[in-house]
């Protein structure tokens, strides 16, 4: 259809076409949907079924390797995000290593405890 077929078109004609354009529109999207839909379960279905019978694994629990010289029981693993704390340490000129727990004392508290 031409743009010059448009133009000589009626009001109603117009609309009757637009509701013609809606409905085919409509009707595909639905179906494309429903495809979609049955591909999602079947993706779902392969890994679905593996992973809900089985846990997830545990991990041991990390022990913190860096102590806050000025308050003690602030620790950091050395994992995720640094804190504050650390990198105010840092800024302030300190290295890592400056900040290490001593593990010797450390091992000595938890047996004793």
Known sequence: M?????????????????????AVLSRRMTAEKAKLEERLRKIEGKTGGQTEGRARRPYPPVL??????KNPTETWSGRGKQPRWLKAQLRAGKKLNDLLIDRSSAQRRRRAG
């Open 2 to 22: 031409e743009n010059d077929d448009w133009a000589s078109m009626t009001t109603a004609e117009l609309w009757r076409l637009y509701d013609e354009v809606t």
């Open 64 to 69: 913190p390797k860096y102590q806050n010289p």
